[in-house]
């Protein structure tokens, strides 16, 4: 994996500094008409989301699938997938920055982007769940420091604080540029720009403090990025359910998370590239690094995926082997295969070949990873309800199966919006690409 | 000072209780004659004055604890239940008393009788199933609010004015001992149901997003009565005691609880789980009557 090969490709960009400023800023002074289509797109898929919602807050979660064996639904699993995707922030901007792979340079902001997004939403979608969100505040009040939640709910907050800094530090010499350099944008906006900026005058010594900070966030990241994942698998793995209770947990969700991630920021690359017209700074080369990296992490889940499945499968013993069973034969089987074929297995040998870490091939098969690391989060959630040690008897039809509502569909596609949407937001106020680190870098 | 208190809130609790008629549904008990009855005066939990038989009208006036005394056990006692295996028949006489008590509809009982089959070769049997009141409560571990504690004389309840209806705890039991309110209960429907005033030691009223569960009926043991269950099976198959005591009761037959467990080779549901339930099972050998499907089995 040659990831750290040719620290000086972000300058292949070959052009003049007031021409990287002029490409960078273009896409935050205009609002095309697609761009307005789109935020109507997102505007009209979260309201059905809160719609929904309202429909759940009148007559309780009876809106949804869950019951009493089934207790977790997709809104538990949809905040799993959105913390794992808030991993790719760290990833990006934090271990691929220290290990001195300088190509990812420009792909940072819009990790950071999507990683508050996720964030955000995550902590959304938990609220969602909650039986009496109206009590959210007794998580404060009456907290007890004993339980995983109260881990989850610390965790979470310090994780989107050091994600905020992370994003904001190194945003403030480009926000000084907008504020001089835009002068046809609406007075709000400049005022914003001039705020936020924090008198930033790119003097040696705010320089000297820019870089001092963002290398101590760059670190301090990396243990909170794993903590975030690691805690929100202990939820599952600090019960008796089969398929929760494994040591394996922690680490199989983390690197589950950093494949998501790596998918994620693919996905985006392409897009963002695309309607943006920034294929000068976004280029083929990041793909193919972007896909060899995939390919690592991916190999990491698989081996992490194997002492998951392995162990239990081979035992076969009570509810684990029926849950087992349930997975590789029952009703769960066809999903559980082709998550392993298309979201795992076929990333690892397709994106050995270089043609397809071309753009679009890769964006397609980055899409397949995303997927099915959703579907995975569900297998994970889901199954292992369904397999208590005690029979279940005596209970209404309903009881017996999990198929989400449209309630819950609505929900999780407005979360996903929701995403979209703070990304889109963010992505129209500041240069999605940071424009000191590409013309300043020198100094 | 502190007892003082305690004195002040009993007298003031029983003054209240002697104008309420906090147990109104108990009219529908087994005991109601036919014949022409002396009326009594009560006030309904809605403030309206009637006039009902005399033995409709809950005899003692006992009002059930609120939420900060219920956290407090009952001093020097320890709980514990033994289910006889070998008696029970499936008559789900429990079921009906707790539900009645509870206010329960059949969708989200506190008691469950399973069919049971330990292996291929042994005959099946009835089993059945409350909250074990573990002594290492898994359920208890996880919540974040502490709306789930365990308090001295063993019991676990659930105050569900603190619940935020995250349902950590039912994934944490390994029993699936609870229950969760997933609309408003259906019971709200009752006149007069919103007006009880709660009691994590009822469970009465439900509310709809938190969790539910058996409870022991602690405002029947502080009325030196044993649960309704015990009372409610037609088999003595419930027996019902303190552990500091080493007495158990099914209501017709007081026995040593160490004894009991010694002869009968007692267990404990899934021991190696750690949980140290408070609920023992006598395994269902030398049976009064052999396993038979019943009706009310509609085997999922």
Known sequence: MDLVDNPDSTREVGKSRQQIEQDLLRHVTKWTKNDKLWLLFLGVVILIGVFAYYRQLRYGLLVTAMRDYTSWGIYISNFVFFVAISLVGSLVSSILKLSNATWSTPLTRISEIIAIAAIICASIIIIVDMGRPDRFIYVIIFGRIQSPIIWDVIIIVTYLAISILLLYISLIPDLALCRDKLHDVPRWQKKLYEVFALNWKGEKRQYQIIHKTSSILCIMVIPVAFAIHTVTSWLFSTTWRPGWDSTNLGPYFVSGALMAGAAVIIIAMYFIRNSLRLKEYITELHFDHMGKLLVLLSAVYLYFNINEYLGPSFKMVGVEGEHITELFFGKYAYMYWLVQIFGLILPIVALIYKPLRAPFPIMVISFLVIIGAWVKRFLIVIPSLQHPYLPIQDVDESYLHYIPTWEEWAITFASFAGVLLIVTLIIKLVPVIPVWELTDNKE | ?300
């Open chain 2, 1 to 300: 000072m502190e007892k003082k208190e305690r004195r002040a809130f009993l007298k003031s609790g029983l003054a209240a209780g002697a104008i309420t008629l906090a147990t109104i549904s108990s009219c529908t008990g087994p005991n109601i004659s036919e014949e022409e009855e002396e009326l009594v005066n009560v006030l309904t939990p809605d403030g309206r004055l009637v006039q009902i038989p005399k033995s409709m009208a809950a005899a003692d006036s006992y009002v059930p604890v609120g939420p900060k005394e219920a956290r407090i056990g009952i001093p020097n006692k320890k709980f514990v239940m033994v289910v006889d295996l070998s008696r029970c028949t499936n008559e789900r006489k429990c079921i009906d008393a707790c539900d009645h008590h509870h206010h329960l509809t059949p969708d989200r009982p506190y008691i469950k009788v399973l069919r049971m089959q330990d292996n291929e070769d042994s005959s099946p049997y009835w089993m059945p199933k409350k909250c074990f009141q573990c002594d290492n409560p898994p359920c208890v571990k996880v919540c974040p609010v502490s709306a789930t504690y365990k308090r001295s004389d063993g019991i676990v309840l659930i105050d569900n004015e603190r619940c935020i209806g995250c349902r950590f705890c039912m994934s944490a039991c390994p029993y699936s001992a609870r229950v969760f309110n997933w609309g408003q209960p259906p019971e709200s429907m009752e006149e007069g149901y919103d007006e009880i005033p709660y009691s994590p030691e009822t469970s009465v009223p439900s509310r709809i997003g938190t969790v539910g569960k058996c409870d022991f009926c602690p405002d029947m043991l502080r009325q030196d009565k044993v649960p309704h269950c015990i009372t409610a099976c037609p088999n003595g198959a419930l027996y019902f005691g303190d552990k500091l005591s080493d007495t158990v009761t099914n209501g017709g037959e007081t026995v040593r609880l160490s004894q009991l467990l010694r002869e009968k080779a007692g267990y404990r549901y899934l021991e190696e789980l750690g949980t140290e339930p408070n609920v023992y099972y006598l395994p269902p050998v030398n049976r009064a009557v052999p396993f038979e499907e019943t009706l009310s089995d509609q085997e999922s």
